[in-house]
């Protein structure tokens, strides 16, 4: 049990406890040392940079979508300087985007030929600079679809039809008759979403298939993110045993005859449950069942409990009692049966939404106004995705590190003055 007074914590907030964390680093960094593979950490899924001392010290640089990404990744776990990588990829970059990059990238990640050939040149200029300094040029790769993915909803499936995302096998031959691939040293692939190494493992086929004969020519391929490494039932060793395989049967012709490098770049993976939302029951109302009026949003802190859609994992803290107990499930009129807690509440955020629904949820003993709620594993697709949507405020942030919890930053209601 956690020996710390939850009532003494600010509400809401999101608690990283920095031990589990360093759990989840420690398997990635077992994958990069047996495998050869580096790992980047997409800030995408988790930007939680107040407590990145480890990531740095573990991981081999940043996974990013543009330019603000970029920067974070470079400013708080490192570039070129510092033997890191910062890889960048967007569906389409402007031109001022690339200027901005120039400094930052390690590798950019082009979605067509067309911007490739747009970008070409001026990242071309720069190498030049960079090589007469002695530094490691910006390398340039295509992000591939190989039209293969096992993601649902369709909303996260890279490979959906009509997707945007990637090149596609018969425009990719295309771009290559008529622009060549001089230039581009690596390849991209993102098609996964909380994935064991089997679904990468069917994927590699699907690779092989469509742009298996360009392989050769490259010095890295990049296997986008989606990995749930550091979940408990995932085959860390089959993981290690593709990568390597992988490696050992792909050579570049370039000079150097090392074999080709290796990047996964996991989001959630390195955020998975090491952390939690901590809220309040501010009031509980009656509608045809018990609801509770919470003081964190569905919506604007936990999106993906209704986009995905997903039920979270959460706890009850009496604050009458102290005590702390686990949601006894889901209740449901046509699941008379179904074993539940006695007494059932459906929570809700304090938004004007009226889907600001959190979920239906189910205790052995009541519900309090002034009980806390701990929302389990929300620190990965929460505060990167926060809104301050009909003006509530957005959660603090803070860290349970040896026993302790310091409070890393709360937020005011200039945050959301200043985005309107
Ligand atoms: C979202 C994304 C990631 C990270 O995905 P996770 O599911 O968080 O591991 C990595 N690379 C790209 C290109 C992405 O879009």
Not at 163 to 181: A, W
Not at 296 to 301: L, N
Not at 343 to 357: A, E, K, M, Q, V
Request: proline letters at 5%.
């Amino acid at each position: 049990m956690r020996a710390i007074d939850y009532f003494s914590l600010p509400s809401p907030c999101y608690i990283l406890e920095s031990h589990k964390l360093d759990s989840n680093l420690a398997i990635l960094n077992r994958v990069q040392q047996e495998s050869g593979a580096k790992i980047l950490l997409a800030l995408k899924g988790y930007a939680f940079w107040r407590r990145f001392q480890n990531v740095r010290q573990i991981l081999s640089g940043s996974a990013a979508s543009g330019i603000y990404e970029a920067r974070l990744g470079f400013e708080e776990i490192g570039g070129r300087e510092s033997a890191k990588d910062v890889c960048v990829f967007s569906p389409a970059f402007k031109p001022e985007e690339i200027t901005a990059l120039l400094p930052i990238a390690t590798h950019i990640i082009f979605n067509s030929f067309a911007q490739f050939q747009a970008h070409k040149l001026t990242i071309e200029e720069k190498n030049k600079q960079l090589k007469a300094l002695g530094l490691s040029p910006i390398s340039m790769g295509l992000r591939v679809n190989p039209l293969y993915s096992e993601v649902t909803p369709a909303i996260y499936n890279p490979c959906a039809p009509k997707s945007r995302l990637g090149i596609t096998p018969d425009q990719f031959q295309k771009g290559v008759e008529s622009h060549g691939l001089s230039g581009i040293s690596g390849l991209h692939f993102h098609t996964h979403c909380e994935q064991d190494s089997y679904a990468l493992e069917r994927t590699l086929t699907h690779i092989q298939k469509h742009f298996g004969a360009y392989i050769p020519q490259m010095q890295w391929i990049n296997f986008g993110g989606g990995h749930h490494i550091t979940r408990a039932d995932y085959d860390v060793d089959h993981l290690i045993s593709l990568l390597k395989e992988f490696r050992a049967t792909h050579c570049p012709n370039t000079s150097t005859a090392d074999a080709i490098e290796l990047f996964l770049e996991p989001g959630e993976a390195v955020g998975w449950q090491c952390g939690f939302l901590l809220a309040e029951v501010i009031d509980i109302v009656e509608n045809d069942g018990q609801i509770a009026i919470l003081d964190t949003s569905a919506s604007a802190h936990m999106p993906d409990c209704l986009e995905m859609p997903y039920r979270p994992s959460l706890a009850k803290i009496s604050k009458a009692s102290g005590e702390i107990e686990p949601d006894k499930g889901e209740w449901h009129e046509r699941d008379k049966n179904k074993k539940v807690g006695s007494y059932r509440y459906r929570f809700g955020g304090p938004t004007c939404l009226s889907g600001d629904i959190i979920g239906d949820f189910s205790f052995d003993s009541p519900l309090c106004v002034g009980d806390r709620i701990i929302f389990e594993d929300m620190l990965h697709y929460t505060i990167v995705k926060n809104t301050t949507f009909n003006g509530v405020p957005l959660p603090s942030l803070g860290v349970i590190e040896n026993g302790t919890f310091t409070l890393l930053k709360s937020f005011s209601y200039t945050d959301y003055k200043e985005r309107n």
